[in-house]
């Protein structure tokens, strides 16, 4: 018969890993009782978006503004929903990308939260359960919310699509070339002749792909823990993330100029920047088309950015002079101009956000220069604007049309 053999430990080794268990423990702990937090762990791989907020993770946004965010089950910075909408219901789906999605703010303050209460007092939609779905996903461009709609939207059979466009990057996301936001990781549309042609080559970088899974496998493990939040900040988000921004950030700068994020603010001089629009405008056509297929009603919403709602005139006139700006209205302006050639019911928020910040001296994002998410206030001031069109359309066509019909055509210009 054989002995086994008996496996002798030291015991300085015992005492090491004791001792270093008692520290992380003891940080823990020290990090918890001070308040001490970081963003948590929002983000997975998606093998046709390229990312997504992950199913069930939850715990504190505060880089920009405070809020306990909760993803839901499918994705969504919202509560869960069946997929078999309410009976006599009106469902709302709302595509976009981080001004949408809202995470720096109270799940219950944001402005689809806002237009649904709305809504909710509308005399025309009386008796009707309201529900609007939020969609948006931080970073995502028109490509990616039109891949969200076949794949994930129509499960839920809403009556109306809103797609909440935001000018500062949307068009420049459909972009490669001009994609400020993981460009190499996202897909595309390009154009062929008249026809848009998915490219989705980003399913071929197994790096991508296997970080992702990673990064599913231990997000929520890190949002348990503050010492790995603590870890992932220092090393990802301001180690490996930010120089990689910096890095995509650059190449844009030093091929289209230091400004070209201005590039936005009048009609396009780059060949790039011109099929970027022309791109943009295929997808929003192919998303009014598609909704129409479905009978689905489809607006677009223009939301605002930095720096058209600054409330000090000469502070606005500064950043137009420094940074040569042609038209801080202009992209705008086209869409709404896009819109109305198209049939596609509109509003374009931008203007009026502007003249309410500067009559009420309001700050309607988080940070005093115009940059940054919607505060509070703003998204009150978004979704009731919103809230006040769509109920002026439902009054308009009441009695006369059911489901999203009643909201979507041309009596709501």
């Known amino acids: 018969m054989r002995v086994p053999r008996k496996i002798h430990v030291d015991p300085r080794v015992l005492l090491l890993i004791f001792a270093t268990c008692l520290s992380l423990a003891l940080v823990e702990v020290s990090l918890r009782l001070l308040g001490i937090t970081f963003d948590a762990s929002l983000y997975g791989y998606d093998d046709v978006t390229g990312w997504r907020l992950r199913p069930g993770a939850h715990g504190w946004w505060v880089s920009e503004g405070h809020a306990y965010v909760r993803i839901n089950r499918d994705g969504m910075n919202d509560r869960d929903y069946a997929l078999l909408k309410p009976r006599n219901g009106l469902r709302i789906a709302v595509l976009g990308d981080s001004m949408t999605s809202a995470v720096q703010v109270d799940v219950e303050r944001n402005f689809l939260r806002v237009l649904e209460r709305n809504l909710s007092t509308c005399h025309a939609l009386t008796g009707r359960p309201i529900e609007v779905m939020n969609f948006g996903v931080p970073g995502f461009g028109t490509a990616q919310e039109l891949l969200t709609f076949q794949h994930k939207v129509v499960q839920y059979s809403p009556d109306i699509v809103l797609l909440a466009f935001f000018t500062y990057n949307d068009v420049q996301n459909n972009h490669r070339a001009l994609n400020p936001v993981n460009s190499a990781e996202a897909p595309y549309f390009v154009l062929e002749g008249n026809r848009l042609v998915l490219d989705d080559s980003f399913r071929q970088q197994r790096s991508w792909k296997l970080y992702g ?61 011109a099929e970027a629009w022309q791109v943009t405008e295929a997808l929003l056509l192919r998303l009014a088309q598609e909704a129409e297929a479905r009978d689905i009603g489809f607006w677009l919403v223009t939301l605002s950015q930095s720096p058209q709602v600054l409330a000090d005139p000469v502070q606005r006139a500064a950043i137009v002079q420094t940074y040569g700006i042609q038209d801080l209205f202009y992209p705008d302006r086209r869409l709404e101009r896009f819109a109305r050639r198209h049939g596609i019911p509109a509003i374009v928020l931008a203007p009026e956000l502007a003249r309410y910040a500067e009559v009420h001296q309001a700050q309607l994002t988080l940070f005093p220069d115009g940059s940054g998410h919607y505060n509070e206030l ?36």
């Open 378 to 413: 703003g998204h009150r001031i978004i979704g009731t604007m919103i809230g006040e069109r769509l109920c002026q359309a439902a009054q308009a066509t009441s009695g006369h049309m059911q489901g999203g019909k009643a909201l979507r055509l041309d009596n709501a210009r």
């Open 213 to 273: 899974v990673l990064r599913d496998a231990f997000g929520d493990l890190a949002n348990r823990s503050r010492i790995i939040q603590a870890a992932a900040e220092v090393i990802l988000r301001r180690g490996l993330f930010a120089r990689a921004r910096q890095a995509e950030a650059g190449a844009i700068a030093q091929r289209f100029g230091k400004h070209a994020d201005a590039l936005i603010y009048g009609p396009p001089t780059w060949k790039e920047m």
